[in-house]
C-alpha cells in the first residue's frame, strides 16, 4: 500500500539545516492501522504530510497503492489525495457556515460526482458515525467530539484507500476520545487502511502495530521493549 525507501526531508535557513525527516524507510500493507508516535519535533507531522502528498522531498521514492508519487506535479498530487487519501485533523476542519451535508460533501464537489451518487454517499456516512439526525445542523451547533464525526463521515464518503489521522482526538475530552477510536476500529475492520500519529498511549494501544519517530528517524522497536534495552529517559522521550 505504502512504501517509502530512505526518505529525507530537509528545512534549509541561512544558518541551518534541520532533518525533518532523516532516511526514513518503512512499508505498510494495505487494511494495517498503524499508530505514529514520538515527542514533538521528532517529524511525525512531516512524516504525515509526506505520506498524504502535502509535502515533497529531496531524497528517496515513495510509492503509494503500486504508483511512484515521488515526483508529481502539484495537480498529480491534488487528484490522488482527492481520489485516494482521507484526512482527518485534530482541529475538525470544518467551514462554519455550511451544515453537517454540505461539509460531508464539499470534496465531493471536487469530484464532479453526480448529484444523486454524492447525496447517497453523504448520507451513508453520516449514519455509519451516527449523527444522521444531525444533517442540518452547522459545526457550531455541534459538539468536539460530533465535530469530529462530520469530519470522519467526510472523509468515508470519499471511499479513500488510506485514512491519515494527525491527532484526532487532540481536542476531545477522554469519553470523546474513545467514542472516536471505536469508530476508527470499525473503519479498519471494513479493511480501511489508517496512519495515526498521536501523544496518546491509550488511543496507540488501540493500533496493532507502532512506529516510533526519533530526531526524523525510524525506532522499529515495540515501546515495551525499548523502554527495557534503553535509556528511560529516551524511551519516555519518544512515547
Do not use: W
Not at 4 to 18: F, G
Not at 33 to 58: C, I, P, Q, Y
Not at 100 to 129: C, G, I, Q, S, W
Not at 175 to 183: G, K, P, Q, T, W
Amino acid at each position: 500500500m505504502l512504501s517509502l525507501s530512505h526518505i529525507r526531508k530537509v528545512y534549509r535557513t541561512q544558518l541551518v539545516e534541520t532533518y525533518a525527516l532523516d532516511d526514513i524507510t518503512l512499508e505498510v500493507d494495505a487494511g494495517e492501522f498503524v499508530a505514529v508516535m514520538g515527542r514533538s519535533g521528532s517529524g511525525k507531522t512531516t512524516f504525515l504530510n509526506v505520506a498524504g502528498l502535502l509535502d515533497t522531498f529531496e531524497v528517496g521514492t515513495y510509492r503509494l497503492d503500486g504508483e511512484d508519487v515521488s515526483r508529481l506535479s502539484d495537480a498529480a498530487m491534488s487528484r490522488i489525495r482527492n481520489q485516494k487519501i482521507g484526512f482527518i485533523f485534530q482541529s475538525f476542519n470544518l467551514i462554519p457556515d455550511l451544515d453537517v451535508f454540505d461539509n460531508v460533501d464539499v470534496p465531493l464537489r471536487y469530484r464532479r460526482l453526480p448529484a444523486k451518487e454524492r447525496k447517497a454517499r453523504v448520507e451513508n456516512a453520516v449514519e455509519m458515525v451516527g449523527l444522521s439526525s444531525r444533517l442540518k445542523h452547522l459545526p457550531s451547533q455541534l459538539s468536539g467530539g460530533q465535530q469530529q464525526r462530520v469530519a470522519i463521515a467526510r472523509v468515508l464518503a470519499g471511499d479513500p484507500k488510506l485514512i491519515l489521522a494527525d491527532e484526532p482526538t487532540g481536542n476531545l475530552d477522554t469519553l470523546m476520545s474513545r467514542e472516536v477510536m471505536d469508530l476508527l476500529e470499525r473503519i479498519h475492520g471494513q479493511g480501511t487502511t489508517i496512519i495515526m500519529v498521536t501523544h496518546s498511549p491509550e488511543c496507540a494501544a488501540r493500533a496493532p502495530r507502532h512506529i516510533h519517530l526519533l530526531d526524523g528517524r525510524v525506532i522499529d522497536t515495540d515501546a515495551d521493549l525499548f523502554a527495557e534495552h534503553t535509556l528511560p529517559g529516551l524511551a519516555a522521550a519518544i512515547q
